[in-house]
């Protein structure tokens, strides 16, 4: 929904911008919109699917996927390059005495060490890479169709 709304701003400024180019931007923009739409009725349809499952997340950067579709996402501060110290590990155990979840979302691969000593304690992990910044590689609504069959996979 956010990025539909910026996408409607966007085009709203170079329409003004750009008038003779309308008929166009108006054809491009509508298929936007559908593909957005698209998105977002995936992702109600994964709410349904994981209900209110507790749910790991290596970093604070889905809080607005959480807000939007009521998601229970407890955030670390974990980089996926990285792995975990001893302490860490100790709190992010007592966390799951007391919180018991089966997945983690990761922003990006983690470490084989990581992935062992996560599949020690049954939890299993998927990425999702939430698109905050300059995309290099690839487009925004294909990472995002991407991220949406990685959620696909998590199961009660």
Same mark, same amino acid.
């Given at each position: /929904?956010?990025?539909? $709304?910026?996408? @409607?701003?966007?085009? *709203? =400024?170079?329409?003004?911008?750009?008038?003779?180019? %309308?008929?166009?931007?108006?054809?491009?923009?509508?298929?936007?919109?559908?593909?957005?739409?698209?998105?977002?009725?995936?992702?109600? /349809?994964?709410?349904? $699917?994981?209900? @209110?499952?507790?749910? *790991? =997340?290596?970093?604070?950067?889905?809080?607005?996927? %959480?807000?939007?579709?009521?998601?229970?996402?407890?955030?670390?501060?974990?980089?996926?390059?990285?792995?975990?110290?001893?302490?860490?590990?100790?709190?992010?155990?007592?966390?799951?005495?007391?919180?018991?979840?089966?997945?983690?979302?990761?922003?990006?691969?983690?470490?084989?060490?990581?992935?062992?000593?996560?599949?020690?304690?049954?939890?299993?992990?998927?990425?999702?890479?939430?698109?905050?910044?300059?995309?290099?590689?690839?487009?925004?609504?294909?990472?995002?169709?991407?991220?949406?069959?990685?959620?696909?996979?998590?199961?009660?």
């Amino acid at each position: /929904e956010l990025a539909a $709304q910026h996408a @409607n701003s966007i085009f *709203l =400024a170079m329409k003004k911008r750009w008038p003779e180019h %309308t008929d166009s931007m108006q054809n491009n923009h509508a298929l936007l919109q559908k593909d957005l739409k698209e998105l977002h009725d995936a992702m109600l /349809e994964i709410k349904k $699917q994981i209900g @209110n499952i507790p749910l *790991l =997340a290596s970093h604070p950067v889905y809080q607005y996927a %959480t807000r939007a579709y009521n998601l229970n996402i407890h955030s670390l501060h974990w980089e996926p390059d990285a792995t975990p110290d001893a302490n860490e590990w100790q709190t992010f155990d007592m966390f799951l005495s007391n919180n018991p979840t089966k997945w983690m979302i990761w922003e990006d691969t983690p470490t084989k060490e990581t992935q062992a000593k996560l599949s020690q304690r049954n939890i299993e992990w998927i990425v999702f890479r939430p698109q905050g910044g300059a995309i290099k590689n690839d487009d925004f609504l294909s990472i995002m169709r991407a991220n949406i069959e990685a959620l696909k996979s998590i199961k009660p």
